[in-house]
């Protein structure tokens, strides 16, 4: 089994790499479309996605609203799902960030200057060399808005990758097969049952984290936490303000898809004691 995170610089062919190596290997190839459809068929509304995207919400979003919380949530629930099989190529959505703790996935990087990318994009795309750099420039500036805002840190960081492949030296024939020899080696580890059973947890645990986001009872996400303890078992603890809200809370979360049961710890507090 071979489970692969890719990101790539826009421009550098990372997409197309990605989806050789999984035809390659036979496994599953998670790209923005395949994403969303995992997400549906995990109980995950059509209008959770809707308008969203890897970018870095505005002031204003942050201020005023709770999306980008709950749509972090969802997408590390959908990325831990995926991983939860034990294989499949998932490009971009943060994926390297969200698995890094799993010695079992494979990291990659791609990377080519902004020149050699608006060369590229030039001939393939057939657009002027001024319209391919600055496409290059806000793509880039996106996908680093993104991960800044959502793990604060820089997603060219070599640190965060296993395998860093300059396109501009290694073309994309040989950059597929340096891939698929490592995720071939015995040096790459196989899911463990116990990373897999990890995963299904984090998964589980990120939906309903979104779930009571969502519900917008007052200060309730503040002072509860919830706590995966088997398959479809989550356990609550912490306080809320308002005793009147702990059956709402408890119905939210037994509403979560993948959720069989569900046991409380949670104490309400008047406000003034908390």
């Known amino acids: 089994m071979s489970l692969i ?3 790539s610089s826009h421009g550098s062919g990372g997409e197309k790499i990605a989806q050789k190596v999984s035809e390659q290997l036979g ?10 459809e995992r997400a549906l068929s995990m109980g995950i509304p059509q209008k959770e996605f809707e308008g969203l995207d890897e970018k870095a919400p505005g002031f204003f ?3 005023f609203t709770n999306r980008p919380a709950v749509y972090l949530d969802i997408l590390g629930s959908v990325v831990y799902d995926i991983a939860s099989t034990g294989e499949g190529v998932i490009v971009g959505h943060g994926a390297q960030v969200f698995l890094e703790d799993f010695n079992c996935a494979l990291h990659i990087l791609l990377h080519a200057s902004e020149e050699k990318r608006s060369e590229w994009l030039t001939q393939e795309k057939n657009m002027s060399k001024d319209a391919a750099m600055q496409l290059i420039r806000r793509m880039d500036k996106r ?3 993104f991960i800044q805002y959502a793990f604060e840190r820089d997603w060219k960081d070599s640190s965060g990758y296993d395998l860093v492949i300059n396109m501009e030296k290694v073309g994309a024939d040989w950059a597929t097969r340096l891939i698929l020899e ?8 196989s899911c463990s049952l116990k990373a897999i ?3 299904e947890f984090s998964s589980l645990q990120r939906k309903v984290k979104a779930a009571i986001i969502k519900s917008n009872i007052p200060t309730s996400f503040a002072g509860i936490t919830a706590e995966v303890t088997g398959k479809g078992k989550v ?8 005793e009147n809200d702990l059956d ?8 979560v898809p993948g959720v069989t049961s569900v046991t409380s710890d949670i104490v309400a507090m008047p406000s003034g004691y908390i």
């Not at 995720?183 to 790459?188: F, H, L, N, P, V």
């Not at 709402?248 to 509403?255: D, L």
């Open 5 to 7: 995170t890719f990101t």
């Open 27 to 36: 496994i599953e190839f998670y790209d923005d479309r395949k994403v969303q």
């Open 61 to 63: 979003d942050r201020l």
């Open 143 to 145: 996908q680093k808005d």
């Open 182 to 189: 490592l995720a071939g080696s015995d040096e790459i580890k």
């Open 197 to 199: 059973e990890e995963m």
């Open 235 to 242: 356990h609550l603890k912490g306080w809320l303000d308002n």
């Open 248 to 255: 709402k809370v408890i119905g939210i979360v037994k509403g």
